[in-house]
Every structure is written in structure tokens, then in C-alpha cells.
T-cell receptor, first 116, second 114 residues
Framework: AQKVTQAQTEISVVEKEDVTLDCVYE???????LFWYKQPPSGELVFLIR??????QNEISGRYSWNFQKSTSSFNFTITASQVVDSAVYFC?????????????FGQGTELSVKP | DTEVTQTPKHLVMGMTNKKSLKCEQH?????MYWYKQKAKKPPELMFV???????INESVPSRFSPECPNSSLLNLHLHALQPEDSALYLC?????????????FGPGTRLTVL
């Protein structure tokens, strides 16, 4: 079975704080892909990052960084110096080739509220 | 350009109405998707078209009828919906290479069924 767990339902921070969104996944496949999407109140899911299972290199993009650790099956997302515009629901998702042609398995999402 | 467009943005319909949702992409993608999302929940996959053929139907009721006229367009025809079908309907597209694909989503259509 494949599963994605985002244990944090809601997080509230004050602007300029750093915040980490946790994502833990389960899969028996050796080749899989992990994603993060941002969904602001407008509704559109905005693609943030894709990471392949064979590439554990962490990534930084501006204020965003991602920590992929296969040993703990985690793919955590950190926002540094958060801003009000970061307020959104963030979804972590998993996909593997063997699972129904690459169906995306979403976590339940973490709602981030950044207050000024 | 990673844009997927959807029309209309909002739709209110009665249970006896027939309406259609439209989705368009010009990224040359060969896979297109319909998702349904209820408030405070993740998106749920409904249908997948791959190279203009229906490849996945997640046991969706027949009152939802997808159509893929060409590789750029995806429609979702709605008929005799129920109030519980009220949700955000998201369209997505991807290159069509399977597991390595990244899905890009449109802004969604907020549907209210009265």
C-alpha cells in the first residue's frame, strides 16, 4: 500500500519565522517520485518540487528548501523567513510507476497561516 | 509556460440541469486529468486521459461524463448532479510519460449544486 502522512493539520506562525512542514510516506516500490504542491485560497494547486527516489540531494530554491531522507521515509519542506503570501494549504504527494500508471497519492495537507 | 485554463470559474446548477466544465492546455501534454476536491480535503482523482483515450476511471458515477476532443482539450459533462457533488473541480495535465510526469493544475471550477 502507498500512503502519505502530513501529521500537521494546521500551523500558525508570525511573519519572518521559519517553518517546517512534515511529510512521511510509505511505499514498497524502489522507484518513486515525491511532490509538494501549494494551494492558496484561490484554489489552484501550484507545483513546487519533484524529487526522484534515487536522488537524495536536498534542494534550496530561494526561501524554500526540501530535506529528503529515505532512511526515515520523509520529505520535509522548510520555508525560511515566512511571509504572509506563504499562507496556503501545502500538499505532499507520492507517485510510482507501478501504481495505476502513476496515480498521485496525496497527503491530507497542512494549512499554513502566516500572520503579519 | 505551465498554464492550464479552466472555464467557468464558478458554476451554480440545479439537479436537473446539464452543464459542462472545460479545460485547456497548450503545453503539448498528452495526459489530462479531472480531480474533485471537497473543502479541507486533498484532491481525489476522477478520470485520466492518456493520448486522448480514457485510461483511468475511478468508479465515478455516470452523471459525470468526461470527453477529450483533442490533446489540448478536456471536458467534463454534468447531468442530474446531487448537492453532495458540490466541490472544486480541478483539471491537470502532464507530459504523458507515466511515473516521471509532473502534473500541472488549472485554477479549478467551483461547482455548487442546488
Amino acid at each position: 500500500a502507498q500512503k502519505v502522512t502530513q501529521a500537521q493539520t494546521e500551523i500558525s506562525v508570525v511573519e519572518k519565522e521559519d517553518v517546517t512542514l512534515d511529510c512521511v510516506y510509505e511505499t514498497r516500490d524502489t522507484t518513486y517520485y515525491l511532490f509538494w504542491y501549494k494551494q492558496p485560497p484561490s484554489g489552484e494547486l501550484v507545483f513546487l518540487i519533484r524529487r526522484n527516489s534515487f536522488d537524495e540531494q536536498n534542494e534550496i530554491s530561494g526561501r524554500y528548501s526540501w530535506n529528503f531522507q529515505k532512511s526515515t521515509s520523509s520529505f520535509n519542506f522548510t520555508i525560511t523567513a515566512s511571509q504572509v503570501v506563504d499562507s496556503a494549504v501545502y500538499f505532499c504527494a507520492l507517485k510510482s510507476e507501478r501504481n495505476q500508471g502513476g496515480k498521485l497519492i496525496f497527503g491530507q495537507g497542512t494549512e499554513l497561516s502566516v500572520k503579519p | 509556460d505551465t498554464e492550464v485554463t479552466q472555464t467557468p470559474k464558478h458554476l451554480v446548477m440545479g439537479m436537473t440541469n446539464k452543464k459542462s466544465l472545460k479545460c485547456e492546455q497548450h503545453m503539448g501534454h498528452r495526459a489530462m486529468y479531472w480531480y474533485k476536491q471537497k473543502a479541507k480535503k486533498p484532491p481525489e482523482l476522477m478520470f485520466v486521459y492518456s493520448y486522448e483515450k480514457l485510461s483511468i476511471n475511478e468508479s465515478v458515477p455516470s452523471r459525470f461524463s468526461p470527453e477529450c476532443p483533442n490533446s489540448s482539450l478536456l471536458n467534463l459533462h454534468l447531468h442530474a448532479l446531487q448537492p453532495e457533488d458540490s466541490a472544486l473541480y480541478l483539471c491537470a495535465s502532464s507530459q504523458g510519460r507515466g511515473g516521471t510526469d509532473t502534473q500541472y493544475f488549472g485554477p479549478g471550477t467551483r461547482l455548487t449544486v442546488l
